[in-house]
């Protein structure tokens, strides 16, 4: 099995190689891709050396799976390229998130709807893919009404540009900036770019994209996004409505009993999820579990996952997995 990773070099790029060497994946040959100015460089893959080529170049060795992570612009290009080879490819950029002919896979959540016929697959928004790996559960049992959704997202969801401004501004040292203002010592409440409804991108990628997911479009969602100074993971605030009536014990054991969660609520030991503890974690945390007695049927909570693990290339590598599972990629 031939796998390409594109964007070998950025941030994300680098924790997928890594994965695929800790999950045992059963590649036969790694082809490592990035831009031309990386072309020639070399990575370590299981203990041997591989030299990086161009997108061209990898097209032409045919690879039974590229998973992508070099921007939007890059996937719309080179994406339907691969596909037209038989390459199933696994895109980490919101190129194609919002694309109806294209899934939006979370693979605890609906990846068995994936068929022979997908050759280019979407990987949700890092932060709406944590949320929904906690409500698509409680959405079947309860039906969700309404979101109300407060992220708190690190620095490593911008990319390694923003990772060295704030490390830069820790040491007192100049650095070029990604953001408009000093992060270190600071919050913004200003994910990706400022669009016309006066939301961000990212606040809307959370409510386009939980609706495409859950397949559901009459779900009342709000958002707001802030940028926080850590270097890894991200924290959401999740204040629920749903149609349904529910005792706290039955959220409790659906959480307790679903994929890809770890419950972590013991107000009384102070045991709650934090950034320093979800680190280099594939599992996504959730705790601070409680009525919201404001409303009929609330809740609220808190979820923390690591952004470049869950939020994007361990989600990439389980669809990858589950298309051999399902027979859609022979091994």
């Given amino acids: 099995m031939k796998i390409a990773i594109i964007g070998i070099t950025g941030v994300v790029g680098n924790v997928m190689l890594k994965l695929l060497e800790k999950r045992k994946f ?5 082809i490592p891709v990035a831009s031309e100015k990386s072309v020639g460089s070399k990575i370590i893959f299981n203990g041997k050396e591989h030299e990086i080529i161009s997108l061209s170049d990898a097209v032409n060795l045919k690879p039974d799976i590229a998973l992508f992570s070099a921007g939007g612009s890059t996937s719309q290009e080179w994406a339907p390229k691969f596909a037209k080879i ?20 979370v693979s605890e959540v609906n990846s068995d709807i994936l068929t022979k016929d997908d050759f280019i697959i979407a990987n949700p928004n890092c932060s709406t893919m944590q949320m929904l790996v906690v409500l698509s559960p409680l959405h079947n049992k309860f039906k969700i009404k309404r979101l109300v959704i407060s992220t708190y997202q690190s620095v490593s969801g911008t990319g390694k540009n923003a990772i060295d401004q704030l490390f830069c501004e820790r040491i007192g040292k100049d650095a070029d900036k990604v953001y408009p203002y000093p992060i270190d010592q600071n919050l913004l409440p200003h994910c990706d770019v400022f669009e016309e409804d006066g939301y961000t991108k990212e606040e809307n990628k959370l409510i386009n994209e939980t609706r495409k997911i859950l397949n559901d479009n009459s779900i009342q969602i709000t958002s707001t996004a802030v940028r926080v100074p850590i270097e890894v993971c991200h924290g959401e605030s999740i204040n629920v409505e749903f149609e349904n009536e529910f005792e ?34 594939d599992e996504v945390y959730v705790g601070r579990i409680r009525r919201d007695f404001s409303i009929k049927n609330g809740i609220n909570m808190w979820i923390v996952a690591d952004n470049l693990r869950k939020g994007a290339a361990t989600n990439t590598i389980q669809i990858a997995e589950k298309m051999i599972e399902l027979g859609l990629i022979e091994c």
């Fill in 26 to 30: 059963p590649l036969t040959n790694l």
């Fill in 86 to 105: 038989g390459t199933r490819v696994i895109d980490n950029s919101s190129a194609w998130r919002m694309d109806s002919t294209k899934k939006l896979i």
């Fill in 248 to 281: 706290l014990d039955q959220i409790f054991d659906i959480l307790k009993n679903s994929p890809g969660l770890i419950v972590e609520d013991n107000p009384k030991k102070n045991k709650y999820p934090m950034p320093i503890n979800c680190a280099d974690k």
